[in-house]
C-alpha cells in the first residue's frame, strides 16, 4: 500500500511542477489549440489555448511506475511491455499533435496513418505479452464469475480492445477536463482491483495515472489553461486498455468505459445516419457537444458523465467482487 500511494504521490507532485513550466513553453512555441469550425461556435475563444500537455502526463507516469513498480520490486517484464505501449500511444498523439499546431494542418496526421501506427503498436504489444506468457487465452467474464479461454482469439481480440479504447479516449477529449475527469474515475477502479488481486506493479501504475490525472486536472479544469491534447488521450487511452488486459479484465472495459462507448457510438450513429438518410441523430457528435447545443454547460457535463462513470464503476466492482476478493 506504501509503494501504491508514493507512486501515486510521486506521479502527481511532477504533473503539478511540470506541468506549469511547459504552459510557458508551449506558449512561446506557439503550440497553441486549432479549434476546428465544425464544433460548437463558442468553443472558437480557445483558440490559442496551449496543446500537448500529456508530456507532462506520460513523463509523471514513466517515471513514477519505474521508481516505485519496476526498480524497487525487480518486477517482471510485463510492466515494462504495458509503459512502452502507453508511451508508444502518447508518442503517436504528438506526431499528430506537432503537425496540427506547427504544420499547421488542421486535421493531423491522415485517418490511414494515425491507424495504420496504432494498429502496430497494438499488435507489437500484444504478441510479445502473448509470446513473454504474460497473456494467455484466459479473460474474466463479469458477473459469471469465471473466465474462458478463447486461445489464439485472444491476440486479434486484445489488439481490437486498444484501438477501440485509444480512438474512445479520444473522441472524450471534447471539453475542459472531461477525458481527464473520466479517466481519473476508470483508473483509479482498477488501482483498486489491482490491489485487490495482488498485482502490485499494475496498481502502481494505474496509482500513477491516478495521481497525474489529478495533478492535470489543475489546470485542465474548466476553463483550461492546457489541452491534453491527442498526446494525452492516446497514451491514457492506451494506459488503461493494457492495464485491464493485464489484468484479464478486457470485457470490464465495456462497463467502466461506459462513457468512451457512448462517445464513440454516436459518432458512429451520427456518421451511418447522415449517410444513409441525410439526417443527423444528434446536434453534434460526439455525444458532449450534443448536450452542448442543449444549453448545457461544460461543468455540468463533465459532472454528469464523471458521475455516470462512477456508478458504471460501482456496478462493474460488483461483477467482479468474488473474483477480486
Same mark, same amino acid.
Given at each position: ?175 475542459? !477536463?472531461?477525458?481527464?475527469?473520466? /479517466? +481519473?474515475? @476508470?483508473? *483509479?477502479?482498477? &488501482? ?5 488481486? =495482488? ?58 468505459? !461506459?462513457?468512451?462507448?457512448?462517445? /464513440? +457510438?454516436? @459518432?458512429? *450513429?451520427?456518421? &451511418? ?5 441525410? =439526417? ?46
Amino acid at each position: 500500500m506504501r509503494t501504491l500511494l508514493c507512486g501515486a504521490a510521486c506521479s502527481a507532485l511532477i504533473c503539478l511542477v511540470a506541468t506549469p513550466v511547459l504552459i510557458p513553453f508551449l506558449r512561446k512555441l506557439k503550440f497553441g489549440q486549432n479549434i476546428r469550425e465544425e464544433g460548437p461556435s463558442w468553443h472558437q475563444k480557445k483558440s490559442g489555448t496551449p496543446t500537448m500537455g500529456g508530456i507532462t502526463m506520460i513523463l509523471a507516469v514513466l517515471i513514477a511506475t519505474l521508481l516505485f513498480a519496476y526498480l524497487p520490486q525487480k518486477a517482471n517484464a510485463e510492466i515494462l511491455i504495458i509503459l512502452a505501449a502507453a508511451f508508444l500511444f502518447g508518442v503517436i498523439g504528438f506526431v499528430d499533435d506537432f503537425i496540427k499546431v506547427v504544420m499547421k494542418r488542421n486535421l493531423g496526421l491522415s485517418a490511414k496513418q494515425k491507424f495504420s501506427a496504432q494498429l502496430l503498436v497494438s499488435v507489437i504489444s500484444t504478441v510479445a505479452l502473448n509470446y513473454m506468457g504474460y497473456l494467455n487465452g484466459e479473460i474474466i467474464i463479469p458477473f459469471l464469475e469465471t473466465t474462458v479461454d478463447i486461445g489464439l482469439f485472444v491476440i486479434p481480440f486484445i489488439v481490437f480492445v486498444q484501438l477501440a479504447m485509444v480512438n474512445s479516449v479520444n473522441l472524450t477529449d471534447g471539453l475542459d !477536463g472531461l477525458a481527464t475527469s473520466v /479517466t +481519473l474515475i @476508470v483508473s *483509479i477502479f482498477l &488501482t483498486v482491483v489491482a490491489f485487490l488481486m =495482488k498485482e502490485t506493479a499494475i496498481a502502481v501504475f494505474m496509482g500513477a495515472l491516478s495521481g497525474a490525472c489529478v495533478a492535470f486536472l489543475v489546470f485542465n479544469a474548466h476553463p483550461a489553461k492546457v489541452f491534453m491534447g491527442d498526446t494525452g488521450s492516446l497514451f491514457l487511452g492506451g494506459a488503461v486498455a493494457c492495464a485491464a488486459v493485464a489484468l484479464k479484465l478486457p470485457l470490464i472495459l465495456i462497463i467502466i468505459g !461506459g462513457v468512451y462507448l457512448i462517445e /464513440t +457510438l454516436s @459518432v458512429i *450513429i451520427q456518421v &451511418t445516419s447522415f449517410k444513409l438518410t441525410g =439526417k443527423r441523430v444528434f446536434k453534434m457528435s460526439p455525444i458532449h457537444h450534443h448536450f452542448e447545443m442543449c444549453g448545457y454547460k461544460e461543468t455540468k457535463i463533465v459532472l454528469l458523465f464523471s458521475t455516470a462513470t462512477l456508478i458504471l464503476c460501482a456496478v462493474a466492482f460488483l461483477g467482479i467482487l468474488k473474483i477480486v476478493l
